[in-house]
Every structure is written in structure tokens, then in C-alpha cells.
């Protein structure tokens, strides 16, 4: 997925007028839409691991909901 993210990323680029290598570039919405879609989906994959590692922590209400993220480490210690 990060593969075909970044692929249409720079479709813009591949596809521009090389003879102004520096743009504008013209990315279409659909494009980014799939871009959106795969990170969304790599992201939630890497929260899941946490999650099953039990590295995590809810943030939220669990009566409404909560939002996994990684769980914080104090680098400093």
C-alpha cells in the first residue's frame, strides 16, 4: 500500500511538462483520495499492532468511544 501511495503521489510529476521540471503540478482528486485511503489504512494497521502488543493507550470516553494511539515513551529516562 505504501508502494501505490507514493506512486500516486508522483504520478503528477511523471505525468508534467518536462520542460518545467519544477511544476505547477495538477493532482487529481481521485488520486489523493486513494492516497488518503491507503495511509489511512497502513496507519491503522500500525495502531492495530500497538494494540495487540499491548502498547497503547484509549484516549477518549469509553462510554463513547475511544481512539487508540502508540503509547507515549519518556525518551529522557
Not at 510529476?13 to 518536462?18: A, E, G, L, N, Q
Not at 499491548?54 to 469509553?62: H, M, R, S, T, V
Not at 462510554?63 to 503509547?71: A, M
Request: hydrophobic share 45%.
Amino acid at each position: 500500500m505504501a508502494k501505490k501511495a507514493k506512486l500516486l503521489l508522483n504520478k503528477a510529476v511523471y505525468k508534467s511538462d518536462p520542460n518545467n521540471p519544477a511544476g505547477p503540478f495538477t493532482f487529481e482528486k481521485a488520486d489523493m483520495d486513494q492516497v488518503v485511503k491507503y495511509v489511512d489504512a497502513i496507519t491503522a494497521a500500525i495502531a492495530g499492532l500497538f494494540f495487540i502488543y499491548g502498547q497503547y493507550e484509549a484516549i477518549g470516553d469509553p462510554d463513547e468511544g475511544t481512539i487508540i494511539l502508540p503509547k507515549l515513551i519518556d525518551f529522557q529516562t
